[in-house]
């Protein structure tokens, strides 16, 4: 067992886990640990995408999201960092647009997609995303049953839906608490703003 | 007794990296998590260094830009890309995005892998690596870190902590191949780089990387010796594709045969010989399926 505590911010809260071994992997710690089971395993290699989370940091005072591949990273490495999972988007606009363009036949690797395209989101300021940007956001999503294009025009599409943003000021503040040493740290949730929280 | 070591500073890692010779040091795991999900291996000590100040930088100098080992792939090329915009759907076609969230240049470089695709490149532009220990340390031509399949010069408690990568010349004419079944997230047959400086018509200095060869990423030097100093026309091409084609001895695999990797390393030559007389349509990636690009 390892010694040290792991600890990342996660839908408005701290998450503090000991005892997590060294070279569990974020994959079998979301699904087999925490029961997290909406992120799936495919390829257990990072080639299918069907386990991407993303990943929050501060980046010169900004939130950065990147999606990741969640089977082939460590658990560990995401200590003091922001993390969200397709559990903790509620009717997201990256949802709503995949269900509205049909961009899910099987499912398996939609909560994947899902998260590629919840980064993309919010990544973007602003105005349309092309056919390029949107191909290259999914350049690590694999779909045996669709052939891309309704998840691409999901891609497209979601940027007109009504939006919903991550609250970037909670987030960095929750990144800032974790950074603080362990000691300092009042072992309760931060206030979650609402239910829209993300 | 286990534990993940996360060092925050250079000085924390090398100084963990001396008194823990045997703990795996990782940067973004895009490899060794599959040492533990394919292989079933463990590793009770993990020396992280993604959190290395020092290291997480992009440094710009005058004559070279400084990777630090810890800069994310998608970093590390957004930084070549902005010296050398050609670059740009190598960099795309490196990982899927994924991968390069989590990967670093400084473990691709370091993993060695004899089809790892920065190296080709790397080893073109001419650039070398810096390794770290508590005593010190050394800097090296990339392709001189390789000893052989996944082998290297690095001494227990040495790190490679920089990858320093000449700043593109005026008269440089640098172009990376990447040749895979797939185009996206897929892992190459053959890896080929070329830089060459083409001055008053003729091959000035040729430096050339070759991945998915041998063992170990190479220099191609045959091919280098018989391009320089000619004249840079059909003839110079066809002699020295000549020379790539006969300078490795590749193996066959599940990406391609041996034959097919030394005869399509010489058809990329030609191809950069047809670009670099201003061929637009040399590939299939200058193809747009969608009308909506933009």
């Known amino acids: ?198 | 007794m286990p534990a993940t070591f996360s060092p925050k500073t250079l000085k924390d890692l090398l100084s963990l990296r001396a008194q823990h010779p045997q703990a795996q040091l990782v940067a973004g795991c895009t490899d060794v998590g599959l040492w533990v999900t394919k292989m079933h291996m463990q590793f009770a000590r993990i020396l992280d260094l993604t959190r290395v100040k020092e290291l997480r930088r992009v440094e710009q100098y005058k004559h070279h830009i400084a990777i630090g080992a810890a800069v994310k792939l998608t970093d590390a090329f957004a930084a070549l890309v902005a010296d050398r915009p050609q670059l740009a759907s190598f960099a795309h076609r490196f990982a899927g995005l994924p991968v390069r969230n989590s990967g670093t240049l400084g473990g691709n470089v370091a993993n060695g892998s004899p089809i790892g695709d920065s190296m080709p490149l790397l080893i073109a532009l001419g650039a070398n690596v810096v390794l770290m220990s508590a005593r010190g340390h050394r800097e090296l031509k990339l392709e001189d870190l390789y000893t052989g399949y996944r082998k290297n010069v690095m001494a227990k408690g040495e790190v490679l902590a920089w990858i320093k990568v000449p700043r593109a010349a005026p008269h440089e004419f640098s172009r990376v191949y990447k040749i895979s079944k797939r185009l996206e997230d897929d892992i190459s047959a053959v890896c080929l780089a070329l830089n060459l400086h083409i001055t008053d018509g003729m091959v000035a200095r040729a430096s050339i990387g070759v991945g998915g060869v041998a063992a170990t990423p190479v220099r191609a030097i045959k091919t280098q010796a018989a391009l320089l100093g000619q004249p840079w026309n059909p003839a110079t091409v066809q002699a020295a594709a000549q020379v790539l084609r006969a300078e490795f001895s590749p193996i066959s695999d599940m990406r391609a045969s041996a034959a097919y990797r030394s005869e399509v390393l010489g058809n990329l030559l030609q191809r950069y010989w047809l670009e670099s007389q201003g061929a637009a349509n040399s590939s299939l990636e200058t193809l747009v399926l969608e009308g909506d690009a933009a």
Not at chain 1, 14 to 24: F, I, Y
Not at chain 1, 47 to 71: P, R
Not at chain 1, 186 to 197: E, F
Request: glycine residues 10%; hydrophobic residues 40%.
């Open chain 1, 1 to 198: 067992m390892n010694t040290q505590a792991l600890r990342f911010f996660r839908c408005g809260q701290v998450v503090t886990l000991s005892g997590v071994a060294t070279d569990r992997t974020l994959l079998d710690l979301l699904r087999e640990d925490l029961h997290c089971s909406g992120t799936k395993e495919g390829c257990g290699e990072g080639d299918c995408g069907a386990c991407t989370v993303v990943v929050g940091e501060e980046k010169q005072g900004k939130l950065e999201l990147k999606a990741i591949n969640s089977c082939i990273r460590l658990a560990h490495s995401i200590d003091g960092m922001a993390l969200w999972t397709v559990e903790d988007l509620k009717n997201h606009p990256a949802q709503e647009a995949m269900v509205e363009c049909h961009g899910s036949q099987c499912g398996f690797c939609t909560p994947g997609f899902v998260m590629s395209l919840f980064a993309l989101y919010e990544s973007r300021a602003s105005g349309p995303i092309s056919r390029l940007q949107a191909q290259g956001a999914l350049s690590g999503n694999l779909c045996r049953c669709t052939g891309y294009r309704p998840i691409l025009d999901a891609a497209q599409a979601m940027q007109d839906l009504p939006a919903m943003r991550v609250d970037q000021d909670a987030v960095l503040a929750g990144l800032r608490q974790l950074a603080k040493p362990e000691r300092q740290q009042a072992n309760t949730a931060i206030a979650a703003p609402d239910a829209s929280y993300l």
